[in-house]
Structure formats: structure tokens, C-alpha cells
């Protein structure tokens, strides 16, 4: 079944404690992202890759980090969490820019 | 800069009535793609249509509708006969073929649509 997978779904942790959340797909699409999604904001970009080793800055990239070692892989890393940065994360795939995004499930982080 | 409006926040109707969600968007490309998007109280976001700048004909797909004009940059969604399952938050949402800015999807704010039995 074609899908993006992120892992965890689920995860509070505390201030300054380096995390990653994992973002996987099995489409072979090029394009990959980062959203996070906050009340009354709705969904922004942190992070996109066009490729294998090529990543970008989205609208919001500030305490964020990315890695593309793999075509399939798009890990979501925050080296020192803060509490700001409590939201809902959803990793999307797609063939090519501006084609149809995929979204994987979600993760809700809380940092406490 | 590209922008996605969806001026109306929440929308409440009876089931079995008609619903129109509002899009109007912002972009100086002349070739761009819009999107919905769906997002059940589950909390994941699925795709449900994708129209490209040049493509203007209206779209029915079951009780589902989408109405594009660039003429007014809209990019409405009607909801024909509502059923409680249609209950969900709805974001529209604009990409760029050519990149530029922060790339990727810009959304809307999305609009939270309860369907009342």
C-alpha cells in the first residue's frame, strides 16, 4: 500500500531533550516535506527536500534540522526543543513540486 | 507572495443541506495547481482534488463539487445533500510550479464544517 509513515505519533518530552521524528515513504517520489499545524494558523512549511541531499528552508525553519541521505527518507530533528514548538507535524511526499502532496498520519508533539 | 483566504471559519448546517466552502487565492504565476484537502476530527489530512491554472472546467465527483474561476481567483467547494461524515475541518491550499518563496503548498487557514443530524 502506497504511504507515508511517521514515527511517533505521539510524544511529550521536556525542554532542551534532542529529538527526531522519522518520515518515511514508499512511492519513490522526489519531493518531500514538513508542516507543522497550529490553531488559527493552519499548515506550514518547515522544511522541504526536491532530493537525495538537497533540502531547503520552508516558511518556519527556525530549531528545526533535516537530513535526505535516502530517496525514502525525511527525518525531522529538533536538537534542543522548546515549548513553542508544541504542535501537530505532518511529513508529505509528492513525484515532483507542486504535485500532490501525500500526508503521512501525524505526530503531536508537546514539549513541556 | 503567494495567499490561500478561507474567510469562513466554521460553518454549521443541518444534515442533507447543500454547503459551499470558500477559496480565494493570491499568485502572480500564471501556473499554479490548487488543492483540498480534507481533515476528519481523526486528525489526518486526505486529498481530495487537484486542479491545474489551465484547466477551468467545474469538477463533480459524487456529492462532491468544485467550482474554479480564475476570473474572481476562487476555487470553491460545494458539498451537495451533507451527511455527519462530512464533518471535518477543510483546507485549500495553492502550489507554485515554479517554486520561489517557501515552496511547497501555501494553505488556507482551513474551515471547520459541522454537519448537524
Known amino acids: 500500500e502506497a504511504q507515508v509513515t511517521q514515527n511517533p505519533r505521539y510524544l511529550i518530552t521536556v525542554t532542551g531533550k534532542k529529538l527526531t521524528v522519522t518520515c518515511s515513504q514508499n512511492m519513490n517520489h522526489e519531493y518531500m516535506s514538513w508542516y507543522r499545524q497550529d490553531p488559527g494558523l493552519g499548515l506550514r512549511q518547515i522544511y522541504y527536500?526536491?532530493?537525495?541531499?538537497?533540502?531547503d528552508k520552508g516558511d518556519v525553519p527556525e530549531g528545526y534540522k533535516v537530513s535526505r541521505k535516502e530517496k525514502r527518507n525525511f527525518p525531522l530533528i529538533l536538537e534542543s526543543p522548546s515549548p513553542n514548538q508544541t504542535s501537530l507535524y505532518f511529513c508529505?511526499?509528492?513525484?515532483?513540486?507542486?504535485?500532490?502532496?501525500?500526508f503521512g498520519p501525524g505526530t503531536r508533539l508537546t514539549v513541556l | 507572495a503567494q495567499k490561500v483566504t478561507q474567510a469562513q471559519t466554521e460553518i454549521s448546517v443541518v444534515e442533507k443541506e447543500d454547503v459551499t466552502l470558500d477559496c480565494v487565492y493570491e499568485t502572480r504565476d500564471t501556473t499554479y495547481y490548487l488543492f483540498w484537502y480534507k481533515q476528519p476530527p481523526s486528525g489526518e489530512l486526505v486529498f481530495l482534488i487537484r486542479r491545474n491554472s489551465f484547466d477551468e472546467q467545474n469538477e463533480i465527483s459524487g456529492r462532491y463539487s468544485w467550482n474554479f474561476q480564475k476570473s474572481t481567483s476562487s476555487f470553491n467547494f460545494t458539498i451537495t445533500a451533507s451527511q455527519v461524515v462530512d464533518s471535518a475541518v477543510y483546507f485549500c491550499?495553492?502550489?507554485?510550479?515554479?517554486?520561489?518563496?517557501?515552496?511547497?503548498?501555501?494553505f488556507g487557514k482551513g474551515t471547520h464544517l459541522i454537519i448537524q443530524p
Open positions: 527536500s526536491m532530493n537525495v541531499e538537497v533540502t
Open positions: 508529505a511526499s509528492s513525484l515532483i513540486r507542486a504535485d500532490t502532496q501525500y
Open positions: 491550499a495553492l502550489g507554485l510550479y515554479s517554486g520561489g518563496g517557501a515552496d511547497g503548498l501555501t
